[in-house]
């Protein structure tokens, strides 16, 4: 059997999970209390038996990168094979970055020169999911195509969030769409794909000099290799969840908050890993009580807690209630405070008795309606909010704001509150 090589999408950017992902790459956005989106990715190449593995990377990869490090959580600090960081790098004559999907593993194919990889796997790592990839490389050694890809039905109504492909009963792709508007089938993409290497080899050479190409898989690659019939559906039936949206990122976590979730994170023959830190266990007390929820290792909890997700070192003051909100890392929830339905970046510090996600208006943000519809309300890494302060639902309140900058003791709800400008914004 040939050596396995995975290569990692993690450069991109994530523009529809707002506020979470515009200071940070979209895979490096923490989830599940204490996993980074990307873990499941990593985490499934591993307990696969894939130990050589390319993360390529591009926005913001700073925390992305110190989330990696070597990769010793994953037993991927290895002097042959592990995981290896690829980022753009200089001296391309068209740009410095990559153009694509596809021109992103163009420019890393020379990291194959050092394996013996007769095929590629490409993986997303912006999705949740706990898979086995040794029974779609098996499906992909009895089928003639030179690509396989993994897919698994969507509703109907989330069909233009995907690529849409249709296959017949041999699992021959016969269509493949992207994001199509209006979608022949609901068989969606996972962003799974197994390349034959020589088909690679020869094709992105020639996709990287096409003046028309997108360089992308979904958009170029693949509807060419499906109407040659070079494309065969792999059918998985186990959880996945594409991370794309601020709703199905908060909806994917509240998933975990029941016993019976069907991402089991508790499988002891499937353990997602990642980046542990020496916090000690968490307290409840003085009156705290916790109900249907997800809580990470630091925190204190003397409020109440309910159907909520906390990651580590989160403090949440007597008299303070958490209900249906993520909060991210060290956030202190003051006494009195409320939240509800409010997604919290890292350290958020609420003041005492300030109310986030109150009132029943569910005013779209007059921003970005498109992210904040459903009545969340995203507040930014960082920020400190004031005592007293109420803000409505849809709100998006910029990141490293302070309590002068709260000039009103109310946000109404589909507001946005950024920071003021400073001398190169000013005047745009």
Same mark, same amino acid.
């Given at each position: 059997m040939?050596?396995?090589?995975a290569?990692l999408l993690a450069?991109?950017?994530?523009? %529809?999970l +707002?506020?979470l =992902?515009?200071?940070r790459a979209?895979?490096?956005v923490p989830f ?6 990307i873990?499941?990715?990593l985490?499934?190449?591993?307990? =696969?038996?894939i130990f050589?593995?390319?993360v390529l990377t591009q926005?913001?990869?700073a925390s992305?990168n #110190? ?5 010793r959580?994953?037993d991927?600090?290895r ?6 960081l690829?980022q753009?790098?200089?001296?391309w004559a068209?740009?410095?970055?990559y153009r694509?999907t596809?021109?992103?593993?163009y420019?890393?194919l020379?990291?194959? #020169?050092h394996?013996r990889?007769?095929?590629l ?8 999911y ?5 029974p779609m490389?098996?499906?992909h ?6 690509v396989?890809v993994?897919v698994k039905?969507v509703p ?5 969030q995907f690529?849409?492909l249709t296959?017949g009963r041999a699992?021959?792709?016969?269509s ?11 068989l969606?993409?996972?962003g799974v794909?197994i390349f =034959? %290497? ?5 094709l992105?050479? #020639?996709d990287?000099?096409?003046?028309? =190409? ?5 958009r170029?690659?693949l509807p060419r290799l499906v109407? #040659? ?16 949206t ?6 994917a976590?509240?998933?975990?908050t029941?016993?019976d ?6 499988d ?5 890993h990642?980046v542990?830190?020496d916090?000690?266990?968490l ?8 109900s ?16 909520s997700?906390?990651?580590p070192g989160?403090?949440?003051e007597r ?10 890392n060290n ?6 405070a ?5 997604i ?7 003041g ?6 109150h009132g029943d208006?569910l005013?779209?943000?007059a921003? +970005?309606?498109e992210h904040?519809s459903?009545g969340l309300?995203i507040?930014?890494k960082?920020?400190?909010?004031p005592e007293?302060?109420?803000v409505?639902h849809?709100c998006r309140?910029a990141?490293d704001l302070?309590?002068?900058e709260?000039t009103?003791a109310?946000?109404?709800s589909?507001a +946005? ?8 914004s000013?005047?745009?």
């Amino acid at each position: 059997m040939s050596q396995r090589y995975a290569m990692l999408l993690a450069g991109g950017e994530g523009s %529809r999970l +707002c506020l979470l =992902s515009e200071k940070r790459a979209k895979p490096a956005v923490p989830f599940g209390s204490k996993y980074r989106i990307i873990d499941f990715a990593l985490s499934n190449a591993v307990n =696969s038996g894939i130990f050589d593995i390319g993360v390529l990377t591009q926005y913001r990869p700073a925390s992305l990168n #110190e989330h990696i490090g070597s990769g010793r959580p994953w037993d991927l600090d290895r002097t042959r094979g592990g995981v290896e960081l690829l980022q753009p790098f200089l001296g391309w004559a068209e740009t410095d970055w990559y153009r694509g999907t596809a021109d992103a593993v163009y420019q890393n194919l020379y990291v194959l #020169e050092h394996t013996r990889a007769d095929e590629l796997l490409i993986l997303s790592g912006d999705h949740v999911y706990k898979m086995d990839y040794n029974p779609m490389y098996a499906f992909h050694a009895s089928h003639p195509g030179a690509v396989t890809v993994a897919v698994k039905p969507v509703p109907a109504h989330l069909t233009s969030q995907f690529g849409i492909l249709t296959a017949g009963r041999a699992g021959r792709v016969e269509s493949f769409e992207e994001k199509p508007r209006r979608a022949r089938s609901t068989l969606a993409s996972m962003g799974v794909y197994i390349f =034959s %290497r020589a088909l690679l080899e020869r094709l992105l050479p #020639e996709d990287a000099a096409d003046p028309l =190409s997108r360089h992308d898989f979904g958009r170029d690659l693949l509807p060419r290799l499906v109407a #040659e019939g070079e494309v065969y559906a792999y059918a998985y039936d186990g959880y996945w969840a594409d991370i794309g949206t601020v709703e199905s990122y908060y909806q994917a976590n509240m998933e975990l908050t029941r016993v019976d979730a069907d991402l089991d994170l508790r499988d002891p023959d499937w353990p997602i890993h990642t980046v542990s830190y020496d916090l000690p266990p968490l307290i409840a007390g003085g009156g705290g009580q916790v109900s249907q929820s997800l809580i990470g290792s630091g925190c204190i909890l003397r409020g109440t807690v309910e159907h909520s997700v906390l990651s580590p070192g989160v403090i949440v003051e007597r008299g303070a209630v958490v209900r249906d909100s993520i909060v991210l890392n060290n956030c202190w929830i003051g006494r009195d405070a409320v939240l509800d339905r409010a997604i919290l970046d890292k350290n958020v510090f609420v003041g005492h008795g300030a109310r986030v996600g109150h009132g029943d208006d569910l005013t779209p943000n007059a921003r +970005c309606p498109e992210h904040l519809s459903s009545g969340l309300t995203i507040v930014g890494k960082g920020t400190r909010l004031p005592e007293g302060l109420v803000v409505g639902h849809n709100c998006r309140i910029a990141p490293d704001l302070v309590e002068r900058e709260f000039t009103a003791a109310q946000l109404p709800s589909g507001a +946005c509150l950024d920071p003021p400008p400073g001398p190169e914004s000013a005047g745009e």
